[in-house]
Nanobody, 118 residues
Framework: EVQLVESGGGLVQAGGSLKLSCIAS????????IGWFRQAPGKEREGVSC????????YYGDFVQDRFTISRDNAKNTMYLQMNSLKPEDTAVYYC???????????WGQGTQVTVSS
C-alpha cells in the first residue's frame, strides 16, 4: 500500500519556524521527484517547493523568498520542509507529493495544518 504520511504541522507565531516531515512507503522513493504543496481556505492548491529524484536541484515558489528549505533522505524514505520566518499568509494545509516523471504516476499525503498567528 502506497502511503505518504506528513507530520510537523502546528500553530506558530509569526517569525517562527516549523519543520514538516513526510515518510513514504509502498513505492521506490528514490525514483520519484518529491515536493510540497499548500492550500489555504478559499484558494487553489499551490506549489511550495520540489526537488528532483537524481539531480537534487530544488525549486521554490516565488513567495518562499529564501525562507524554506526542501530536502530528502532516500535512506529513510523521507522528505522535509524546513520553514523559517513564517508569516500569517503561510497559513494553509501542507501536502507532500511524489511524482514519477517517466509516466506521471503521483501520490499525495493527507495534509498537515500549519497556522501562523500574527
Amino acid at each position: 500500500e502506497v502511503q505518504l504520511v506528513e507530520s510537523g504541522g502546528g500553530l506558530v507565531q509569526a517569525g517562527g519556524s516549523l519543520k514538516l516531515s513526510c515518510i513514504a512507503s509502498g513505492f521506490t522513493f528514490d525514483d520519484y521527484a518529491i515536493g510540497w504543496f499548500r492550500q489555504a481556505p478559499g484558494k487553489e492548491r499551490e506549489g511550495v517547493s520540489c526537488i528532483e529524484s537524481s539531480a537534487y536541484i530544488p525549486y521554490y515558489g516565488d513567495f518562499v523568498q529564501d525562507r524554506f528549505t526542501i530536502s530528502r533522505d532516500n535512506a529513510k524514505n523521507t522528505m522535509y520542509l524546513q520553514m523559517n520566518s513564517l508569516k500569517p499568509e503561510d497559513t494553509a494545509v501542507y501536502y507532500c507529493h511524489a511524482r514519477l516523471m517517466s509516466n506521471s504516476t503521483q501520490y499525495w499525503g493527507q495534509g498537515t495544518q500549519v497556522t501562523v498567528s500574527s
